[in-house]
């Protein structure tokens, strides 16, 4: 999947666009649309907090983070004079579980604090009126989308990025 990133200048325009991604089979759920705080959406389909903030990147990080830290305490204590080498490996394992976790907990609840690093490029654009349109597709269907949205804007800035497969739905 990528995600195609757009600025559109107002919300006729949005709809008319968002209208021809719905006929192009992109399916409501992968339209995501962000807009200056307090500005009537209508029936666009609003990006979600997942898609306005770093929560999944931040997750990543945390538990790589937290991982990494639990396997270190765990090799510090089974390198205590006396672990059992059972023990040992139960104490490793419990410590970079509970590493990852506690990591993948504190990295969300910064991530949520947090707004989306990718959309804040867009972010003067968006506080000037503009409607930010954020649009997941198939690979394959790249090319005929952007086509579609510069038939209704041929000057069009479109950007382009791998979307990451993430066991959270988008």
């Known amino acids: 999947m990528r995600r195609i990133y757009f600025l559109v200048p107002d919300i006729e325009t949005t709809k008319r666009i968002v209208d021809e991604l719905l006929l192009a089979k992109i399916e409501e759920r992968h339209i995501h649309v962000i807009a200056k705080r307090g500005t009537p959406l209508e029936d666009l389909p609003e990006a979600s907090l997942l898609q306005k903030s770093d929560f999944i990147p931040a997750v990543k990080q945390g538990v790589a983070v937290g991982g990494s830290t639990g ?10 004079p006396g672990a059992a080498p059972v023990i040992a490996g ?3 394992l419990a410590s970079t579980l509970a590493g990852a976790g506690m990591g993948a907990w504190l990295g969300g609840m910064v991530g949520m604090s947090v707004g989306n690093r990718k959309t804040q490029e867009f972010e003067d654009a968006i506080e000037a009126g503009e409607f930010l349109v954020l649009t997941d597709v198939p690979k394959d269907q790249v090319d005929e989308i952007k086509d579609r949205v510069k038939q209704h804007l041929p000057q069009i800035m479109i950007e382009v990025v791998e979307l990451e497969i993430t066991m959270f739905p988008q």
């Open 71 to 80: 396997i270190l305490a765990g090799l510090v204590a089974i390198a205590l």
């Open 90 to 92: 139960g104490v490793l």
